[in-house]
C-alpha cells in the first residue's frame, strides 16, 4: 500500500447522502447524516491502490472529498464552509459482504471500512468558486457513477456543519461527501477513468 505523505489525521464519512444510492443499496433515506470515520491510516494514493482478495466484494463508491484548512469544533454552515482549502476525489473502498453480515448483526461498519486501503485518495485540486461539482467514474470503459452535488440530501456546508457537531475536526482532515448510485464490484486489473470537475484522473486497482 502506497501511503500518502501527507496523510490526513481523519477521514470523516456520510452514508446515503444521495436519495438513489441509499435505494440502490434498499436502504431507507435517512432524517439525519448517517456519519463514520476512517483513521488516517487506512488512506492509500489513488493511483496504483491495492485491495484485499480475500474477504468477499470490495465496492468503489467515487465520493467528492474535501480538504479542511482549518479546525472546526460546532461550526455554522457558513463557518465550515469557509475552512474547506481544496477538493479531491475518493474511493469509499467498502468490502460489501463483510458490511452486510455486520449490519444483520447489528454491528459497527468498521472492518468494512476502515481496514488498510480502505479510502483511496487522489491529489488535491483548488476549490472551485462555482458549485454543484460534478464527478464521475468510467471502469473498464462504462461510465458507472455520475455525481452532482446539487442532488445531495444534506448539501456540503450542512453535512461539514452536522460533522462538526459530533466531531472536532482538525486542519489537514479529509471530508468523504457520500457516493452517487452506481457502486459495484472492484476487481484486481480493472481500469477507472475519474473526472473531477473537468480534470482527468487514471487509477488501476492491483492486489
Ligand atoms: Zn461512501
Redesign the pocket.
Known amino acids: 500500500m502506497t501511503s500518502l505523505p501527507d496523510r490526513p489525521g481523519k477521514v470523516i ?3 446515503r447522502n444521495y436519495a438513489a444510492h441509499a435505494a440502490e443499496l434498499n436502504n431507507p433515506i435517512p432524517d439525519e447524516p448517517l456519519l463514520f470515520i476512517k483513521p488516517g491510516s487506512c488512506v492509500q494514493s489513488l493511483q496504483g491502490m491495492r485491495i484485499p482478495t480475500d474477504r468477499g466484494d470490495v465496492h468503489y ?1 467515487t ?1 467528492l472529498a474535501l480538504w479542511l484548512d482549518e479546525p472546526l469544533d460546532q461550526a455554522t454552515p457558513e463557518e465550515a464552509w469557509a475552512a474547506v482549502g481544496g477538493i479531491g476525489l475518493a474511493l ?1 473502498l ?1 468490502l460489501r459482504d463483510k458490511q452486510s453480515e455486520l449490519k444483520n448483526k447489528g454491528w459497527p461498519w468498521e472492518v468494512a471500512k476502515s481496514f488498510n486501503g480502505a479510502c483511496a485518495l487522489g491529489p488535491r485540486q483548488a476549490l472551485p468558486s462555482d458549485l454543484p461539482i460534478r464527478f464521475t467514474l468510467s471502469l473498464n470503459g462504462n461510465t458507472v457513477q455520475d455525481g452532482d452535488t446539487g442532488l445531495m440530501l444534506f448539501s456540503l456546508p450542512q453535512l461539514l456543519s452536522e460533522m462538526s457537531q459530533h466531531f472536532v475536526l482538525e486542519k489537514g482532515d479529509v471530508i ?1 461527501t ?2 452517487p448510485a452506481g457502486v459495484g464490484v472492484l476487481r484486481v486489473g480493472d481500469a477507472l477513468n475519474m473526472t473531477l470537475n473537468g480534470e482527468h484522473y487514471l487509477a488501476t486497482a492491483v492486489q
Open positions: 464519512c456520510i452514508g463508491e465520493e469509499d467498502t468523504l457520500g457516493t
